[in-house]
């Protein structure tokens, strides 16, 4: 059984591979669902955190008494953090009977610092030996130094991508409740309920069983949210001091500051190409920071193409500003502009079609399939004749990306079928927007042959069977399977109670419309489910890994417009030919395409983390000031879903990797101007243009 | 009795004035401006200016067809009343500072911000949140449009753009693509639900015209 699983055939399936509508869109749209963030429980109090204003600095002393005084506050500890490593570091925090007056509180807690150096950025850190460690080289092939004579053509220059944030609409945050001395339920955002049960009661010294984490919904994370976080534990402790639940969701600042980040990227590079069109070598210097750690990299270059002779060395840079947090494709986005920048570059200099330049250096058949298909959907022969002269001026540019996307072992899902015709299904995963819930349901539905609606779907509790964090695209292909075992174990277990019912071998028996069938008769689920033995079926399954694949590729074309006079760039359109596998919802798969594509758009165009080198502070922890794309930067999306294989394979970051080296290659066709720097502001056009790097 | 109400309203009102000014004053110093009494004209202005700060006053929100009797601080934003001590937790705090809109609810039929509004002044008006619009059982057809599309991912945002399609809608039936765009410039999506938004937009539009 477990070898012979395989995904039913899209064509013949009544849900899978088809448009399925989220099962909780209905609670969804009307405000019914319930995220952390709107958990009231009787009694609750509110927790504030109180952070560091200094970028670096050791606390000397704590004096809480005039917080602790005030009317309303219920607990204070004092003891979260001794030392600040960047401003907005936790050092302080107290329970309320409202969030304003915990916030009052805070206010009247006095810290004696003392302030010490700091650096805010990579730009500046780089140059300060003591602030770099040690370089990790990637290197194959012959030193590129001794290979420039052989090149027809050698590009050479700085390139930077920023820092950028996840800027989750849901914060980081809790509402817990102690149930017992050593027993608790927490409700968290977060995009793993096993892995924070487990963190908090290692974190609090209570046995992993008596920690019940709840996350039903949650407001994106994007990479953030794996870990209760010290908001999860002070809240915990704070609960545990007051007697009563303790409600604590980081505000928008300390969202921003302290909650993770996607590290920048800067690159001092050579590359070179022969006159063939082939890429020769590469040779780069890069510097990068996930804050206080030295330990960075990026992938470079980019593995999606051949390029035999490199040197190119990563060089983490400490900074006192918040530390790195997987962020959608974790350092693929940056590896990917940064290589594709270059690529580009060396089709210029060679005076060669972008594209014929891809298609000969793509490691791939995959990408040279969907380089073709990709071209021919965005109207790459449009190319020449679009306007390249007077102000609004456009081009187009090309990208790709590779990602794993495979499944991790270790998930469990129960399925019960009552007497009554109800039918559950339980694993212990969560829903980041992605709609696990749905296809949890809609595997089992499809299974059973039964109607969605009929299929309970329970996810996003520690209490249910095991299964992992949600990163690295991986839930689709750790879930699914092991929801499909489940499914068709009680199947079996229906059939040979149908089978009795109908006369005929129980391997005979099909499960479509509400039905059981066999040799022309037939009998309803509910009558089958009626005739199981009393319990019903109560079945397990376990991940199968027949039932998915890791390794997906794809590639994205942009068409931009330029506005010469003001250096204000639109993207007008972007073809998404993404690799995918065995999709189980085609609707929310091609969702997880075009929000990939429109995060890939504010990477390009708007985000940009700003430290203040004076003070040591973010100059733009909000959103006016943080920017992502509104409805008015929105491109057309054309998503092709590029079905390779009949297996699941996670697709959930791919898309976002490709999209702002696409976009600035564009603008590079559309106006001769190349934009090495990221995000592709009005003024860094203009600095481009005039050649300064800035 | 509406004696007595207007009596509290006028009381409210002046101690709206004073918590006001705290809730400004408060990002720096707000202790400072108890002490000075700046905006008090006499020495009883200044002791309601303190109850002010520190207390909470009775005011009456008109929510979803139902009036709520609530005592809270002037200080406390109408997302916040509605959220924390209504349980209508619909309209979501994200941005806290109408960036946004998240919280985007309907006051007397026009959208706002209940980010940017003080609950004391959102008295008088009728407050409608996405859970007044329609409910899981009787969705409208913004809601199911949004649901047929795809319009959501993981929702947070879902409750305002709902909200606010609802507003551009019901200003303008023929809305057009454009105008939808532009309609919901005040609304943000992280996890990329805009074009999808869109079209359930427009097919919502449809559907309410063939109505």
Redesign the interface.
């Known amino acids: 059984m477990a070898q012979s699983a395989q995904w039913p055939d899209r064509q013949a399936s009544r849900y899978l591979g088809k448009?399925i509508?989220?099962v909780?869109?209905?609670?969804?749209?009307?405000?019914?669902?319930?995220?952390t963030?709107?958990v009231?429980l009787p009694g609750m109090l509110y927790g504030a955190i109180l952070r560091s204003p200094h970028a670096a600095a050791q606390v000397r002393s704590v004096d809480a008494s005039a917080a602790r005084a005030m009317?309303g506050v219920v607990a204070v500890l004092t003891d979260i953090g001794r030392a600040a490593r960047f401003a907005g570091e936790e050092i302080a925090a107290v329970a309320a009977e409202?969030?304003?007056i915990a916030r009052?509180a805070l206010?009247a807690i006095r810290v004696d610092y003392e302030v010490q150096p700091f650096v805010s950025n990579t730009l500046r850190g780089k140059d300060i030996p003591d602030r770099v460690g040690e370089p990790q080289v990637n290197s194959r092939g012959e030193d590129p130094d001794t290979l420039w004579a052989q090149a027809a053509a050698v590009v050479e220059g700085e390139y930077y991508v920023p820092v950028r944030e996840h800027?989750?609409?849901?914060?980081h945050g809790v509402v817990v409740r102690w149930d017992a001395d050593d027993a608790l339920t927490c409700w968290c955002s977060t995009q793993a309920v096993h892995g924070v049960a487990g963190e908090l009661a290692a974190g609090l010294g209570v046995p992993r069983q008596n920690v019940k984490v709840i996350c039903e919904?949650?407001?994106?994370g994007?990479g953030s949210k794996f870990s209760p976080g010290v908001e999860g534990l002070t809240a915990a402790r704070l609960a545990k001091a007051a007697g009563r639940p303790v409600k604590l969701m980081l505000?928008?600042y300390e969202e921003q500051v302290a909650s993770g980040n996607g590290p920048d990227a800067y690159m001092q590079c050579k590359a070179a190409a022969t006159s063939d069109g082939r890429i020769l070598a590469i040779k780069a210097d890069l510097f990068g920071t996930g804050g206080y750690s030295r330990r960075w990299a990026v992938p470079f270059p980019y593995s999606t193409y051949t390029v035999p002779n490199v040197r190119a060395a990563m060089h983490g840079v400490q900074t006192n500003a918040g530390s790195q947090r997987s962020l959608r494709a974790p350092g693929h986005p940056q590896g990917c502009f940064l290589t594709e920048t270059v690529v580009d570059e060396l089709a210029v200099a060679l005076r060669m079609d972008p594209l014929e330049f891809r298609l000969r250096n793509v490691r791939g058949g995959v990408w040279d399939q969907q380089l073709r298909l990709g071209a021919e959907r965005i109207g790459w022969s449009r190319r020449a004749s679009l306007p390249k002269s007077g102000r609004f001026r456009r081009g187009m540019g090309a990208a790709c990306t590779t990602w794993g996307g495979g499944g991790r072992g270790g998930s469990v899902c129960e399925v019960r079928i009552g007497n009554d015709g109800s039918v559950w299904a339980g694993i212990g995963t969560q829903d980041?927007?992605?709609?696990t819930r749905t296809y949890v349901a809609a595997i089992v539905a499809e299974v059973l042959g039964v109607s969605i609606e009929r299929v309970t779907a329970d996810i996003g509790k520690s209490t249910l069977g095991n299964s992992g964090g949600s990163g690295g695209s991986v839930t689709a292909a750790s879930v699914s399977p092991a929801v499909m075992m489940a499914a068709l174990s009680a199947r079996e277990r229906l059939a040979q109670t149908a089978a009795a019912m109908l006369g005929v071998p129980a391997g005979e028996v099909r499960f479509a419309d509400g039905n059981a069938s066999a040799q022309g008769r037939s009998v309803s689920f509910a009558e089958v489910c009626a005739k199981l033995p009393s319990g019903g079926i109560e079945v397990t399954g376990q991940w199968n890994q027949a039932l998915q694949r890791s390794g997906v590729g794809g590639v994205q074309f942009a068409e931009v417009e330029v506005d010469m006079w003001t250096g204000g760039i639109r993207v007008i359109k972007v073809v998404a030919v993404q690799d995918c596998g065995y999709y189980l919802n085609k609707?929310?798969t091609?969702?997880?395409v075009?929000?990939?594509?429109?995060?890939g758009v504010g990477m390009a165009l708007l985000e940009d983390r700003k430290m203040d080198n004076g003070t040591g502070r973010q100059l733009n922890p909000?959103?006016?000031t943080y920017k992502?794309?509104?409805?008015?930067e929105?491109p057309?999306?054309d998503v092709v879903l590029f079905d390779t294989h009949d297996q699941v394979t996670g697709i959930g970051e791919p898309p976002v990797i490709p999209t702002a080296a696409a976009i600035g290659n564009a603008v590079f066709d559309a106006s001769g101007v190349r934009m090495r720097r990221l995000p592709m502001t009005p003024k860094r056009f203009f600095d481009a243009q005039e050649g300064r790097m800035v | 009795m509406a004696e007595e109400k207007s009596e509290k309203k006028k009381l409210s009102r002046r101690q709206f004035i004073a918590g006001a000014g705290v809730t400004v004053a408060?990002v720096g110093a707000?202790a400072v401006f108890l002490g000075n009494g700046r905006n008090a004209e006499k020495e009883e202005d200044a002791e309601q200016a303190s109850q002010a700060l520190?207390g909470a006053v009775p005011i009456t929100l008109k929510v979803n067809g139902k009036a709520h009797n609530l005592s809270l601080?002037p200080?406390?934003t109408l997302l916040?009343a509605l959220?924390?001590r209504l349980?209508?937790?619909?309209?979501?705090?994200?941005?806290?500072?109408g960036?946004?809109g998240?919280c985007t609810v309907l006051l007397d039929g026009e959208p706002a911000y209940a980010c940017l509004m003080l609950a004391i002044d959102a008295q008088r008006h009728e407050i409608t949140?996405?859970?007044g619009?329609?409910?899981?059982d009787r969705?409208t057809a913004v809601?199911r449009k949004?649901?047929?599309k795809?319009g959501?991912?993981?929702?947070?945002?879902?409750?305002g753009f709902?909200t606010a399609v609802h507003a551009v809608l019901a200003k303008n039936p023929n809305a057009s693509l454009d105008e939808i765009?532009?309609g919901?410039?005040g609304?943000?999506?992280?996890?990329?639900?805009?074009?999808?938004v869109?079209e359930a937009a427009v097919e919502a539009a449809r559907e309410m015209r063939r109505a």
């Not at chain 1, 980041?432 to 709609?435: D, I, M």
């Not at chain 1, 075009?594 to 995060?599: A, E, H, M, R």
């Not at chain 2, 959501?152 to 409750?159: S, V």
């Open positions: 448009d509508p989220r909780d869109g209905p609670t969804k749209v009307t405000g019914a669902a319930k995220y963030y709107d009231v009317p409202t969030e304003e009052d206010k800027l989750s609409l849901e914060t919904v949650m407001g994106g994007f505000d928008r980041l927007g992605t709609g609707l929310a091609e969702s997880q075009i929000g990939g594509v429109i995060q909000n959103m006016e992502v794309p509104g409805s008015l929105i057309d999306i | 408060a707000g520190e601080q200080r406390v916040d959220r924390e349980e209508v937790t619909g309209p979501k705090r994200v941005c806290d500072r960036t946004c998240c949140t996405v859970e619009l329609g409910t899981p969705m809601q949004f649901i047929e795809d959501l991912m993981c929702g947070f945002c879902t409750p709902v765009r532009q919901l410039r609304n943000i999506c992280r996890c990329g639900t805009f074009n999808r869109f």
